[in-house]
């Protein structure tokens, strides 16, 4: 058990829908990470927020968006979704304290858009 | 920008035989090194990283792999495998000198271990 917690495990929708998936951090870590795994384009890193502030994007399309709570929980907002959004979502936290850095991932929301 | 190449996308190998996982990468800037472990169903697991120092690095459970900067190369290696290793495995590098951490992952080898 990595420590960082996502829920939901699985979420079923219909194109145009729009889903949250959310994320809790490990104890202690102030950075957030999420990723998208799918069998075509395989793990992309998607968006990064640091202690409630954006700090890098990755691949995330205009319909996608993130949070950081003051909590350092995390969401992710997917909107007028698409059949090819389907894939499994993963977050990841590590404290971004050193330089030395290691993120920790949780078991992941498997998204499937009908 | 970074790429991770992971040769091999399926590597069957009988139990107790010797493997290797192959880890090509390019970067402009210096990188940390990842191995990653994904179980059927489960979320990705950090099996060992390079951030520094010796070349050569040891998970707990008998994966090396080793750290090669004139090849690019992170390749993961194992002596005797067990059923219980059958699972994908993947490479990640992140930035070491610019602060950006986000990961860059291989596209995966799947490791059949076969009684």
């Known amino acids: 058990d990595s420590g960082v917690t996502q829920t939901p495990k699985h979420l079923i929708t219909a194109t145009g829908q729009r889903v949250t998936l959310r994320c809790s951090p490990r104890?202690?870590?102030?950075?957030v990470y999420w990723y998208q795994q799918s069998l075509d384009q395989g793990l992309q890193f998607l968006i990064q927020y640091y202690n409630g502030e954006e700090r890098a994007k990755g691949n995330i399309l205009e319909r996608f968006s993130a949070q950081q709570f003051p909590d350092l929980h995390s969401e992710l907002n997917l909107s007028s979704l698409e059949l090819g959004d389907s894939a499994l979502y993963f977050c990841?936290?590590?404290?971004?304290?050193?330089?030395?850095?290691?993120?920790?991932f949780g078991p992941g929301t498997r998204l499937l858009v009908l | 920008a970074q790429s991770v190449t992971q040769l091999d996308s399926q590597v069957p190998v009988f139990e107790e035989a010797p493997v290797e996982l192959r880890c090509n990468y390019s970067?402009?800037?210096?990188?940390?090194l990842f191995w990653y472990v994904q179980y059927p169903n489960q979320g990705l697991q950090l099996l060992l990283k390079y951030l520094s120092g010796s070349t050569l690095v040891e998970s707990i459970n008998g994966f090396e792999a080793e750290f090669n900067k004139s090849q690019t190369s992170f390749h993961l290696r194992k002596p005797s495998v067990h059923i219980s290793d059958t699972a994908e495995y993947f490479c990640a590098v992140s930035e070491m000198d610019t602060g950006r951490r986000a990961l860059t992952f291989g596209s995966g080898t799947r490791l059949q271990v076969q009684p």
């Open positions: 104890s202690g870590d102030l950075s």
């Open positions: 970067s402009s800037v210096s990188v940390y």
């Open positions: 990841a936290s590590s404290v971004l304290g050193g330089h030395q850095e290691t993120q920790y």
